[in-house]
Each structure stands twice: as C-alpha cells, then as structure tokens.
C-alpha cells in the first residue's frame, strides 16, 4: 500500500473497514468530501450488513426437524451437565442419572415411527464409533455429545415396546445396574470396553432383550 | 478455595460463555456453511472441541474470535471428511431455509442472498470481521493471508454489495 495515493489508499480502508480508518485515512477525509461521502455509504451499508448477518435464530428453531432440534438441546445439556460438576464424578448412578437426563431432553424421539434407512443408522454408528446390528427397526438415531464423546443415541422398536438404546463406547460399568426414575425404567449393561444403556416407559427392560441387544454390539 | 472447587467456578464460566455466544456461533456456522444441519454439526463439534480445550483460553473477552476460529476449522475439517456439495442459493431458498425465509424485510432477505453469492473468498473475511470482531490482523491470521490481502477482499466484498442500495461500485483496489 506504500505506492498507493492517499485517495485509493482512502477508499481501500474505507472499504474494507468503514468503522476503523488509520490516522493518515482521517486526516484524509478531512480534505476529500467524496471519500467522506464514500464512508458515510459505507457506514450505512455496513450496519445493513450486521442487521443481514444476524440470522433470525427463533426461525431456526421452529422450522428445525425434531431430531436436529433435540440435537442442539442436548449440546447444550452437555455444556450444562458440565457445569454442574456431573463430569468429575463417574460412578453408574450418576452416568445413569445423566442418561435419563439426556433421554428425558429427548423425549419426542420416542414419538419416532418409521424405521430409519439402514445407511441413516450405519451413519449414527460410525460417528459413534460402534457397531449394532440391531434385531429390532431403528426409529430414532443420532450420534449424541454425551460426556465429551459421540454416542449412538438409538431408539428401537422391541416386541414389548419403546425403547431407548444408548451405545456409550467411552464409559464403562462394573456390572449391571439397574434404575428408575420419571416413569422410565433402565438399566446399563457392561458391554467389552464401552457400556450400553437400555430404558423404556413399557415397564421394565426384558432381560432377554437386553441380552440380544449387548450381544449384538461392537466396538 | 480449593483445587477442585476453582476447577467447578471455571467450568460454569466457561459454559456460561458458550451459551452467552452460541447464538452467534451458530450464526457464524451457518454463513460458512450455509447449511442448516452442516451448520449445526459445526456448533455442536465446536462446543466439544472448546470444552476439551478450554484451559487454552488465558482471557474471557477473547472468547468469541477464538470460538470462531475453532468452528472454522472444525467446518473445513467436516467440508474435506465429507466432500460437502456446493450450496446453490436458489437451492437454499427452495428448502425454505429460515435465513432467506420470504416473510421477513425484503431488503435483508435481499441482501443475506447476496452476501450467500458472494464467493467464499470475500464472505469469510466479512463474517469474520462483522459477526465475529476480528480486526483485519486477525482476519490475516486467521485465514493465512497478507493484512493487505484481506484489506483488498474486504473492500471487493462491500463493494459488490453497494448495488443492492443504488450505490454504484466503485474502482476497484489493486
């Protein structure tokens, strides 16, 4: 910019930032009505410009799909469950107690009906790093932000009834650990490295079922 | 105080700033994107990255470039893993997408759709530098340019602009 004349040299700053102009740009404009009434356009513009960027988030929100918009909620427990100090302390209470609080965020994804393709789930899963070959129609799937990692956050079609499967690669459980709470019943299962969460409102977890579905997960 | 406890008030300042600055986050992701869902992927692989590496920000007031600069990455790392398709503006507007919904000020709509068209080159920086507040240094060292580099794209940016209002551009800059 050493070459330029003070007028182009003017209009380039102006342009590029109206609201920040260098010492030599103001003294400028002192003497050059056209470059002033260059900045006042773009002075102009640029607060257009700010009103264009701020999207209208609300908008968003109501016209979210459900699973997209149960998805941001759930980052936002993370940042919360966060704060509450939840990650410091792992025993499988409280990883139970944060699953039924994830699930609970989530609670229209038991509102899901129609089977998910097969490449929708096949994606839910790589981005959780596991792998499920479920025996029941997958009807809800996302790879939910839980504790600092994606988990597959399924919801699975038994023959007795709704049911949440959370496929938590990076948490173990000693042992089988059953809970209740809000009207749900669930229980996390050791499963290899990682562990499985199992909940339903249609009374308890069928030990069979909890036996087929561990049986079928991979890391 | 503690270790632990000054631990506990770090982590709910900090996710007190992330949702102070979630919504222009995801505002930033979305004019990188211009995706919906790619944008959200983006904030929600943002806040995780940041959470992990939250220790890395000395000074609360620098919070927002340095969110931004992580979704940044975090968008360019999701457009190379996924070889995301190029966004067709008329595309976008078909599907209804709220940032060009056609029930809001017709002058705004007018000019998110340019700003959209603008190419990737100009609309970074100005997002950047608009929503996000970097200076044009920052701007430079952000996206690894000269600050005269990101001087010229700024300009050319507001310039193709100027139409919208009946402001003819003006001569370009070298």
């Known amino acids: 910019m050493s070459d330029a004349t003070p007028h182009s040299n003017a209009r380039l700053h102006i342009g590029a930032d109206p609201h920040s102009l260098p010492a030599e740009v103001t003294a400028h404009l002192e003497g050059c009505a056209e470059c002033r009434r260059f900045r006042d356009e773009m002075l102009m513009l640029d607060g257009k410009v700010h009103a264009a960027l701020e999207l209208p988030l609300s908008e968003f929100r109501q016209r979210a799909r459900p699973a997209r918009r149960l998805a941001l909620a759930a980052s936002v427990v993370l940042a919360l469950s966060v704060a509450g100090g939840f990650w410091l302390f792992r025993p499988a209470t409280a990883l139970a107690g944060e699953v039924v609080a994830h699930v609970e965020d989530e609670a229209d994804s038991w509102n899901m009906h129609q089977p998910l393709p097969p490449a929708q789930v096949a994606e839910v899963l790589r981005k959780a790093a596991a792998e499920f070959d479920s025996p029941y129609p997958i009807v809800y799937g996302y790879p939910c932000p839980f504790r600092g990692h994606r988990v597959a956050h399924l919801v699975v079609q038994t023959p007795t009834g709704t049911m949440t499967v959370m496929l938590i690669r990076h948490e173990q459980v000693r042992r089988r650990t059953e809970f209740s709470r809000d009207g749900m019943q669930g229980v996390l299962l050791p499963a290899g490295e990682g562990s499985v969460a199992l909940l339903t409102r249609d009374g308890t977890v069928p030990d069979a079922v909890a036996e087929e579905v561990v049986s079928r997960v991979h890391w | ?174």
Not at chain 2, 69 to 98: C, M, N, Q
């Open chain 2, 1 to 174: 105080m503690n270790a632990a406890s000054r631990g506990t008030t770090g982590s709910a300042t900090f996710t007190r700033l992330l949702e102070m600055l979630r919504p222009d986050l995801m505002r930033f992701a979305w004019w990188l994107a211009r995706d919906r869902s790619v944008a959200e992927d983006v904030v929600q692989e943002t806040l995780i990255r940041a959470w992990k590496s939250r220790e890395e920000l000395k000074d609360p007031a620098a919070a927002r470039p340095w969110l931004f600069t992580i979704a940044r990455r975090e968008h360019a790392r999701l457009f190379e893993r996924k070889r995301l398709p190029t966004v067709d503006v008329e595309e976008v507007e078909a599907l209804g997408d709220p940032a060009l919904a056609t029930d809001g000020d017709a002058g705004l709509i007018d000019l998110r759709r340019a700003i959209m068209k603008l190419p990737e080159e100009y609309r970074a920086p100005l997002v950047l530098q608009v929503l996000g507040g970097l200076s044009t240094a920052e701007i430079a060292t952000e996206l690894g340019l000269t600050q005269a580099a990101v001087l010229t794209r700024l300009f050319r940016a507001r310039n193709r602009l100027r139409t919208l209002y009946g402001l003819e551009p003006v001569e370009d800059v070298e």
